[in-house]
């Protein structure tokens, strides 16, 4: 208490928090209002049913849930600046730009991701409506005209813009990632419905206080906590690797002679695995949904198979745990190379101690990368699936653990306050 005491106190950081928080209301503003002329029969059982459909709600702070104008969320931002990052692996001249360009180059990869956002946000609206309307067998647009066509894509659009326009400004004031804030408070505005959702589903068998019901919500209690701790403790972990610098002697002058260390962290890909996981999971139901009404009969049942396959929670759970797994590895070679880290140190003049530098040290780094990558792989696997194994034990749509939800909650928390601690520091020394 007394450390927010003192971040309280100053006048330019709580200008800046008070700031934050009104634009984070803003956000939750937009995500209340609703796209006209959309049905939303049977929409909210359909994504309480669906664990991939409530995934990519969530990840929409919600705003798929009410059908707004920012449904979509930021989806389609994230979904480009994978992309982009991928291109610049495959093109030469934009992985220059990335990493020669300095600031300039950064700010112009920001400006592609931007643009290459709107395109995809209007395509994944319209797929997004179809998938919706014939997975809950509810016409939500059967009667839409073209010029209502293009008006519903063009808002659902526009939503997008401003919320990232508005994410960039919360980034700005230095509190925090404005994207990582925005899908934040979107989890944190759904807390009061689960905890309802969940106080009702133990009273409707009888009191709260029943022995069966008691153990039932303590256990999940319990199981909070220790994901939570396993959250933090992933995210935080890391492996630090000793890396030594040669003396230098220039003029009358001598540099070097440092002991560091590289840290490696256990999470090098974050939340990115699992959002690139449920647009591959979705992808295949949308297209079996396009056929599954075709005239040809082998195409129609084909498409009725796969749908089936997909709608199946087990088979989901197991295809999903290992499209994570596998984008782990896929996104943490891309973020970080061995041999580019490698050469990085040899031109700085430093070594790993026992190592030659060069191809014997990036060969240890694939080593190391790779035996640690395998924990944070497989667990953001199991933290992806876990809402399906506790839905397994509780057999209750209402008690479910959300992994990827306290994953990006407690992500963000540990962000916040380092960035607050930076600034705290900062001042501290301006004031010394």
Same mark, same amino acid.
């Given at each position: 208490?007394?450390?927010?005491?003192?971040?309280?106190?100053?006048?330019?950081?709580? !200008?800046?928090?008070?700031?934050?928080?009104?634009?984070?209301?803003? @956000?939750?503003?937009?995500?209340?209002?609703?796209?006209?002329?959309?049905?939303?029969?049977?929409?909210?059982?359909?994504?309480?049913?669906?664990?991939?459909?409530?995934?990519?709600?969530?990840? &929409?702070?919600?705003?798929?849930?009410?059908?707004?104008?920012?449904?979509?969320? /930021?989806?389609?931002?994230?979904?480009? &600046?994978?992309?982009?990052?991928?291109?610049?692996?495959?093109?030469?001249?934009?992985?220059?730009?990335?990493?020669?360009?300095?600031?300039?180059?950064?700010?112009?990869?920001?400006?592609?991701?931007?643009?290459?956002?709107?395109?995809?946000?209007?395509?994944?609206?319209?797929?997004?409506?179809?998938?919706?309307?014939? @997975?809950? !067998?509810?016409?939500?647009?059967?009667?839409?005209?073209?010029?209502?066509?293009?008006?519903?894509?063009?808002?659902?659009?526009?939503?997008?813009?401003?919320?990232?326009?508005?994410?960039?400004?919360?980034?700005?004031?230095?509190?925090?990632?404005?994207?990582?804030?925005?899908?934040?408070?979107?989890?944190?505005?759904?807390?009061?419905?689960?905890?309802?959702?969940?106080?009702?589903?133990?009273? &409707?068998?009888?009191?709260?206080?029943?022995?069966?019901?008691?153990?039932?919500?303590?256990?999940?209690?319990?199981?909070?906590?220790? =994901?939570?701790?396993?959250?933090?403790?992933?995210?935080?972990?890391?492996?630090?690797?000793? =890396?030594?610098?040669?003396?230098?002697?220039?003029?009358?002058?001598?540099?070097?002679?440092?002991?560091?260390?590289?840290?490696?962290?256990?999470?090098?890909?974050?939340?990115?695995?699992?959002?690139?996981?449920?647009?591959?999971?979705?992808?295949?139901?949308?297209?079996?949904?396009?056929?599954?009404?075709?005239?040809?009969?082998?195409?129609? !049942?084909?498409?009725?198979?796969?749908?089936?396959?997909?709608?199946?929670?087990?088979?989901?759970?197991?295809?999903?745990?290992?499209?994570?797994?596998?984008?782990?590895?896929?996104?943490?070679?891309?973020?970080?190379?061995?041999?580019?880290?490698?050469?990085?140190?040899?031109?700085?003049?430093?070594? /790993?101690?026992?190592?030659?530098?060069?191809?014997?040290?990036?060969?240890?780094?694939?080593?190391?990368?790779?035996?640690?990558?395998?924990?944070?792989?497989?667990?953001?696997?199991?933290?992806?699936?876990?809402?399906?194994?506790?839905?397994?034990?509780?057999?209750?749509?209402?008690?479910?653990?959300?992994?990827? &939800?306290?994953?990006?909650?407690?992500?963000?928390?540990?962000?916040?306050?380092?960035?607050?601690?930076?600034?705290?520091?900062?001042?501290?020394?301006?004031?010394?």
């Amino acid at each position: 208490m007394s450390r927010l005491s003192q971040i309280w106190k100053v006048k330019d950081l709580r !200008n800046r928090i008070i700031i934050v928080a009104l634009l984070l209301v803003a @956000t939750r503003i937009l995500a209340h209002i609703p796209i006209p002329g959309i049905q939303l029969a049977n929409l909210k059982n359909l994504l309480n049913n669906n664990q991939l459909l409530g995934l990519f709600d969530v990840f &929409s702070g919600g705003g798929l849930r009410n059908f707004s104008v920012v449904m979509l969320g /930021i989806g389609p931002y994230i979904t480009a &600046s994978i992309i982009i990052q991928l291109l610049t692996v495959i093109i030469p001249k934009l992985g220059e730009l990335s990493k020669e360009g300095g600031e300039a180059g950064r700010m112009k990869i920001n400006q592609y991701m931007r643009y290459l956002s709107v395109p995809l946000t209007a395509i994944q609206g319209y797929g997004t409506i179809i998938l919706l309307s014939r @997975t809950s !067998n509810t016409n939500i647009a059967a009667s839409f005209t073209p010029f209502q066509w293009f008006v519903t894509l063009l808002s659902i659009t526009a939503g997008t813009m401003i919320l990232l326009w508005l994410g960039e400004i919360i980034s700005e004031y230095k509190i925090g990632n404005g994207i990582s804030l925005i899908i934040f408070a979107g989890i944190v505005a759904r807390i009061p419905t689960a905890v309802q959702q969940a106080y009702l589903s133990l009273t &409707s068998s009888g009191s709260v206080l029943d022995p069966q019901n008691l153990i039932t919500a303590l256990s999940y209690i319990a199981l909070a906590l220790v =994901v939570i701790g396993g959250v933090v403790l992933i995210t935080e972990a890391q492996r630090n690797i000793p =890396v030594s610098y040669a003396k230098r002697i220039r003029g009358n002058k001598m540099y070097g002679g440092v002991n560091t260390h590289l840290p490696l962290r256990v999470n090098q890909a974050g939340v990115i695995p699992i959002i690139f996981a449920i647009s591959i999971l979705l992808f295949p139901g949308l297209i079996a949904n396009f056929f599954s009404h075709a005239k040809t009969a082998i195409i129609a !049942n084909a498409a009725t198979a796969i749908n089936t396959f997909f709608q199946n929670q087990t088979n989901q759970g197991i295809i999903y745990f290992t499209l994570v797994v596998a984008f782990t590895y896929f996104y943490t070679a891309i973020v970080f190379n061995p041999e580019e880290i490698s050469e990085n140190i040899q031109k700085q003049g430093g070594f /790993i101690p026992g190592l030659r530098p060069g191809r014997q040290t990036a060969e240890f780094l694939y080593k190391v990368l790779n035996r640690i990558t395998l924990v944070g792989a497989l667990f953001l696997g199991l933290i992806a699936v876990l809402p399906n194994v506790v839905q397994a034990f509780t057999h209750s749509q209402s008690l479910t653990l959300g992994g990827t &939800s306290l994953l990006i909650v407690v992500s963000v928390v540990i962000e916040v306050m380092k960035q607050v601690q930076s600034q705290m520091v900062m001042r501290d020394y301006e004031d010394f």
